[in-house]
């Protein structure tokens, strides 16, 4: 099993930043691939980001890619996204997730932590 906790959300204004955490503990969370995934209320959850194992590999979702920064820290079992220039339109509740797989696909990740709300006002 895999315990993940995510911290950062909040409210913030159009252009500003956040920068989210999710913190593990259970198993080794090196050999863990990691994702950001998000929901908004009476929608899917869509994939916003992802990074591999060792941190050398990340994917990220095309409405993020250039505003968003996924990274790790084994050393602390943390993951984090550096989110900037952030818009209305990225208001949602946001989830980590770990997976045996460097994937997009939310189907293949085993663990999810409870997520945390990210309000961004216009």
């Known amino acids: 099993q895999v315990q993940l906790v995510e911290s950062g959300g909040g409210l913030v204004q159009a252009e500003g930043s956040l920068r989210l955490s999710c913190a593990a503990s259970?198993?080794?969370?090196?050999?863990?691939?990691m994702g950001w995934f998000r929901q908004v209320p009476g929608k899917e959850r869509e994939f916003v980001s992802a990074?591999?194992?060792?941190?050398?590999?990340?994917y990220y979702a095309d409405s993020v890619k250039g505003r968003f920064t996924i990274s790790r820290d084994n050393a602390k079992n943390k993951v984090y996204v550096e989110m900037n220039s952030l818009k209305p339109e990225d208001t949602a509740v946001y989830y980590c997730?770990?997976?045996?797989?460097?994937?997009?696909?939310?189907?293949?990740?085993?663990?999810w932590g409870q997520g945390t709300q990210v309000t961004v006002s216009s």
């Open positions: 997730a770990a997976s045996s797989r460097f994937t997009r696909r939310q189907n293949d990740y085993d663990y």
């Open positions: 259970g198993r080794t969370f090196s050999a863990y691939a």
């Open positions: 990074i591999s194992r060792s941190g050398t590999w990340t």
